[in-house]
């Protein structure tokens, strides 16, 4: 056991699975420990527990925050909190520390807080993948990882981060291994392959379809260049709009309220609940990638408002239709500087309406022809649209990571006198 912990401190983990594994076998107190800390990070689809090390004081801040995790991520049923922290208590832990650890886990609000030069790794990394730059921090605590200090002889790897609501979704199985094949806590030997990066540069990935669903129906985007992304609600938000704590946004649009749930809301009004990050470019952008709603005659684009104080830039792409030979998709695209509209076009189908001095390498005309398929055009749009203006979206962090959130204003305008519009509502009635 005293071998297999020392390989897997320089890295050679591979060589320290069979003697934790043989270890176990004889029952060896703590190898379970030990073995299931390497298990964890090859196969984080699973969850691992760590039996009495988690009322340990040395190991109780890297450990409890993953049991927690663990807890969070089931659906919750009653009484099944006090069920787990009453599972906590017979192992030893303090009644305290596992509400307040599970509370903050529930809330969004617990932060990996390590110390030395591996937290500070930690913090700069947080702040970066905040804002959707996942693989800058992933660099970030890859440098750091070769200072990572156990706090005991029974931790060989920094559990720890995966409980961090921003760090811990960046640890996929593929860096799960490289943090496992880097020497850490003192010990030395080769560095492994670093892991290639995540995000492609650009928008081109927005017309990828894939069985993981990185491809999205439909969507719609507002960048603004220079602007901290918190200053975004003020700008195109709704009336009192805040930016949340970092969430998995598929999950906040599929649980949130909808907008015909709300009785503040005008039957007309089209707010959007929408993630916000930074670019690699600079450009703070808020993303709405579950887009359901048809560009129609009352449509306003964000974009004016966006750009108080600088230009702004607002996508937005239609839903295809599902059925077969249904009507085109439009694409939509709108540019404007300290409040004024520079240029914008709507494409749909063989229409297309435009308003401006279009640049000639975003002229719509140009770049959907009508030979092509609309994803082809939207895929030269999209190209053009990164070589052009500099615009690109983080992938992982809006598919796989977390962000922060608010709701927008309304992307409709009030109908004007003489305007006609219609809504239905579907009502079930029982026998």
């Known amino acids: 056991m005293d071998e297999a912990r020392l390989l897997a401190l320089r890295g050679r983990y591979e060589e320290a699975l069979p003697l934790l594994e043989e270890a176990r076998s004889f029952g060896r107190p703590r190898s379970a420990a030990l073995y299931d800390q390497l298990r964890h990070f090859m196969r984080l689809d699973q969850a691992c527990g760590y039996g009495f090390l988690v009322a ?42 596992a509400e307040a650890v599970l509370s903050a886990m529930r809330d969004g609000s617990y932060r990996y807080a390590p110390d030395g030069p591996w937290g500070r790794a930690v913090n700069e990394a947080r702040e970066m993948a905040r804002w959707g730059a996942g693989d800058a921090a992933w660099r970030v605590l890859r440098a750091a990882l070769p200072h990572w200090s156990a706090p005991g002889p029974l931790l060989i790897a920094p559990v720890g981060l995966l409980s961090d609501p921003v760090l811990g ?10 943090i496992l094949a880097t020497p ?8 492994p392959e670093p892991v290639p990066d995540l995000d492609p540069p650009g928008l081109a990935w927005l017309t990828e379809t894939a069985p993981n669903r990185q491809a999205f129906e439909g969507y719609r985007c507002v960048w603004v260049e220079g602007v901290d992304p918190t200053r975004l609600p003020a700008l195109i938000g709704e009336d009192g709009a805040e930016l949340s704590a970092p969430v998995d946004t598929r999950m906040a649009f599929w649980r949130g309220p909808r907008p015909h749930h709300r009785e503040d809301l005008q039957p007309w009004e089209d707010r959007t609940l929408v993630s916000v990050g930074r670019t690699a470019e600079g450009w703070a952008f808020a993303f709405d990638g579950h887009s359901s709603r048809y560009l129609n005659t009352m449509f306003v684009s964000p974009a004016q408002a966006a750009s108080a104080s600088g230009r702004a830039v607002v996508v937005w792409r239609e839903s295809r239709p599902s059925a ?4 085109s998709a439009a694409f939509h695209l709108s540019v404007a500087e300290r409040g004024v509209e520079l240029y914008a076009f709507t494409v749909r189908g ?3 309406q435009r308003s401006g001095e279009i640049p000639e390498t975003l002229d719509p005309a140009r770049l959907f022809r009508a030979e092509d398929t609309e994803q082809d055009g939207e895929l030269r749009m999209l190209e053009a649209l990164h070589t052009e203006l500099g615009l690109s979206l983080p992938r992982f962090a809006l598919t796989r990571g977390r962000l922060p959130t608010f709701t927008t204003c309304s992307w409709t305008r009030a109908p004007r006198e003489g305007e006609v519009y219609a809504t239905l509502s579907f009502i079930r009635h029982r026998r």
Not at 169 to 178: C, D
Request: proline letters at 13%; a negative charge; charged letters at 30%.
């Open 324 to 327: 077969p030979g249904g009507r």
């Open 184 to 191: 850490r806590d003192g010990h030395e030997g080769p560095a």
């Open 56 to 97: 340990d004081p040395l190991y109780l801040p890297e450990v409890l925050p993953v049991e927690a995790m663990a807890q969070t991520t089931r659906q919750r049923r009653p009484g099944e909190d006090d069920h787990w922290l009453r599972m906590m208590a017979a192992r030893g832990v303090p009644q305290d520390s």
């Open 350 to 352: 063989a229409e297309i």
């Open 169 to 178: 979704p960046l640890v996929t199985p593929e860096r799960g291994r490289e």
